[in-house]
């Protein structure tokens, strides 16, 4: 239970809620409803497998870093609690499941994988010659609702792609907030962040207006869908959520942002799934 709980804490299952929702979205639109339980069980397997793959590389990727950062040393890799080569084969393994799910939906979801693996996996060294990891990391998330409507749909044709920019940004605003928590460590260990580079009061002025255009996206894509009332009032959850998220943050004291960043984020995206399905079963 004790190696359970490590491996747990290491991959950040609960982190899960970030690119999940948003998976299921796309999917649940594509079909126009939920999309079968062989669809919907494999999209499941295919986003966890893809995130533990992405949290596993990216531990192995800063364990030199996180070893020496007061904040992050007593992570299992950066302890050897965990050896490098366990992490290496969760890496391959997960890796690997998330090409047999792909391969399971059909042959435009397996097409898309390559790219997923790349940007999620290639993500964990962007910032060590880039301050826009941040976008980075929304790109990678942005693909979620994206391969979620070619597994149920088995096409890319009207995708909304606002969908994706507005995942993107809702990512690279509450990323760039969370990392204000390691702005000082970042300077001067030479990492690259928005923090590292602009300061924690213009850092967090930036992920406003990041959250205010994803908001709009959000919203636009409500629009274009023709989604009613239920994704209208889920929208006004999120736009509560992302408000609260940033009120409870000021640059002097971050003692309140692991609530900001998992409590706040998590639920935006639930809420923007579950209003989406709601509208959906409601027929809009």
Not at 51 to 57: G, I, K, N, S, V
């Amino acid at each position: 239970m004790e190696r359970l709980r490590l491996w747990l804490e290491t991959i950040k299952v609960s982190h899960s809620v970030f690119a999940l929702p948003f998976a299921l979205m796309g999917a649940f639109l594509a079909a126009g409803g939920p999309p079968g339980w062989r669809v919907l069980g494999w999209t499941v397997v295919a986003a966890v497998a893809a995130r533990t793959a992405a949290m596993t590389f990216n531990r192995l990727a800063d364990r030199r870093f996180d070893a020496a950062n007061p904040r992050t040393a007593g992570r299992a890799l950066a302890t050897d609690e965990i050896r490098p080569v366990e992490a290496w084969m969760v890496v391959a393994i997960s890796s690997a499941v998330f090409l047999l799910a792909c391969a399971a939906l059909n042959e435009r979801t397996l097409r898309m994988a390559p790219v997923v693996l790349a940007l999620t996996l290639g993500y964990s060294l962007t910032k060590r010659f880039t301050a826009l990891a941040h976008l980075v990391l929304g790109a990678a998330l942005s693909l979620a609702p994206l391969g979620g409507w070619v597994a149920a749909g088995g096409t890319f044709r009207g995708y909304p792609v606002v969908l994706s920019l507005a995942v993107l940004l809702w990512v690279a605003g509450f990323d760039v907030v969370y990392a204000c928590l390691d702005e000082a460590f970042d300077r001067g260990a030479g990492l690259h962040s928005i923090p590292a580079r602009l300061g924690r009061p213009a850092s967090l002025r930036l992920a406003r207006a990041f959250h205010m255009a994803a908001f709009a996206g959000f919203a636009w894509t409500g629009w274009r869908l023709g989604l009613g009332v239920p994704y209208a009032v889920g929208l006004a959850g999120a736009g509560i959520a992302l408000a609260v998220e940033h009120a409870i943050v000021d640059p002097r004291d971050l003692s309140r942002i692991q609530v900001s960043f998992l409590g706040m984020n998590g639920i935006v995206s639930a809420v923007l799934f579950a209003s989406t399905w709601l509208s959906l079963a409601l027929g809009r």
